[in-house]
């Protein structure tokens, strides 16, 4: 029997807590090799990326039972048009960016719940899909989206954008 997950919108008092989740990720990214949200790397989430997603009501925050912070996610309708088609970018779908497991809660699928959660959301607003898109050399990240349902639509490789697939 799977427990709920506690999931809120952010308010801008989360900015910090959220920030330091997603700088255990990024440290966690840089001890498996990948360059995926490192300094340097092309378009890195940013701290006022943070902020403005809070301020969109497009961050979310996913508390354990205990209520401690386990995870967040970002949620929008906003196609980026460098990987969507017009087409595509017409359709009604939900859009996922940034989602962050914290290494504490790593192995109990969190991240599978957080995407249900997501898709839950789209059917109730009348969206069509659920699309993302994914760092083009973490292949791990990009099979962990496939086993919970998502397809491979295409890998668009831009010199100045890590994600693309």
């Given at each position: 029997?799977t427990?709920?997950?506690?999931?809120?919108?952010?308010?801008?008092?989360?900015?910090?807590?959220v920030?330091?989740?997603?700088?255990?990720?990024t440290?966690w990214?840089?001890s498996?090799?990948?360059?995926?949200?490192q300094?340097?790397?092309?378009?890195?989430?940013?701290?006022a990326?943070?902020?403005?997603?809070?301020?969109?009501?497009?961050?979310y925050l996913?508390?354990?039972?205990?209520?401690?912070?386990?995870?967040?996610?970002?949620?929008?309708?906003?196609?980026?048009?460098e990987?969507?088609?017009?087409?595509?970018?017409?359709?009604?779908?939900?859009?996922?960016?940034?989602?962050?497991?914290s290494?504490?809660?790593?192995?109990?699928?969190?991240g599978?719940?957080l995407?249900d959660?997501?898709?839950?959301?789209?059917?109730?607003?009348?969206?069509?899909?659920?699309?993302?898109d994914?760092?083009?050399?973490?292949?791990?990240?990009?099979r962990?989206y496939?086993?919970?349902?998502?397809?491979?639509?295409?890998t668009i490789?831009?010199?100045?954008r890590?994600?693309?697939t």
């Amino acid at each position: 029997m799977t427990t709920t997950l506690p999931i809120r919108k952010g308010d801008p008092a989360d900015l910090d807590t959220v920030e330091d989740l997603r700088a255990e990720a990024t440290a966690w990214l840089a001890s498996k090799g990948l360059d995926q949200w490192q300094p340097g790397a092309p378009r890195v989430p940013t701290r006022a990326g943070t902020i403005d997603a809070i301020k969109r009501g497009a961050c979310y925050l996913a508390y354990d039972q205990a209520g401690t912070l386990v995870g967040t996610i970002t949620v929008d309708g906003h196609a980026d048009p460098e990987f969507w088609t017009q087409t595509e970018q017409d359709e009604p779908a939900l859009y996922i960016h940034r989602m962050i497991v914290s290494r504490q809660a790593a192995g109990a699928d969190l991240g599978g719940r957080l995407l249900d959660w997501a898709a839950d959301v789209a059917r109730r607003t009348g969206r069509h899909w659920v699309r993302l898109d994914a760092w083009k050399n973490n292949p791990a990240l990009r099979r962990y989206y496939e086993r919970h349902g998502f397809e491979h639509v295409r890998t668009i490789d831009l010199p100045h954008r890590g994600s693309g697939t």
